[in-house]
Nanobody
Framework: QVQLVESGGGLVQAGGSLRLSCAAS????????MAWFRQAPGKEREFVAH????????AYADSVKGRFTISRDNAKNTVYLQMNSLKSEDTAVYYC????????????????????WGQGTQVTVSS
């Protein structure tokens, strides 16, 4: 099993920045890739960004492309989400997700493609 713990959420004004962290522990050697999702009240959980643990190839939702950057520190087993130029519509609970190699062939933008989830961290952007 892999345990994921997010941190770094908070309240920020529109146009500001936040950096989220997701620390992984447990059987991290079995991890193929990590992702960030978010869920606003009354809405479905949506894909934000994805990164492969090996190689670091990334993908982003169109809504955050150019503003958010996902990165990882393999030595620390941590994934980050740098969020710049934040907008009110970015307000949501942000979840870190991880998947094992057995799910590598699944499309990374769907929640069902992931084995492990963090507890979520609230990001609120005031306009």
């Amino acid at each position: 099993q892999v345990q994921l713990v997010e941190s770094g959420g908070g309240l920020v004004q529109a146009g500001g920045s936040l950096r989220l962290s997701c620390a992984a522990s447990g059987r991290t050697f079995s991890t193929d890739s990590m992702a960030w999702f978010r869920q606003a009240p009354g809405k479905e959980r949506e894909f934000v960004a994805h990164i492969y643990w090996s190689g670091g190839s990334t993908a982003y939702a169109d809504s955050v492309k150019g503003r958010f950057t996902i990165s990882r520190d393999n030595a620390k087993n941590t994934v980050y989400l740098q969020m710049n130029s934040l907008k009110s519509e970015d307000t949501a609970v942000y979840y870190c997700a991880g998947r094992s190699h057995s799910r590598r062939t699944l499309a990374p933008q769907f929640p069902m493609s992931y084995d492990y989830w963090g507890q979520g961290t609230q990001v609120t952007v005031s306009s």
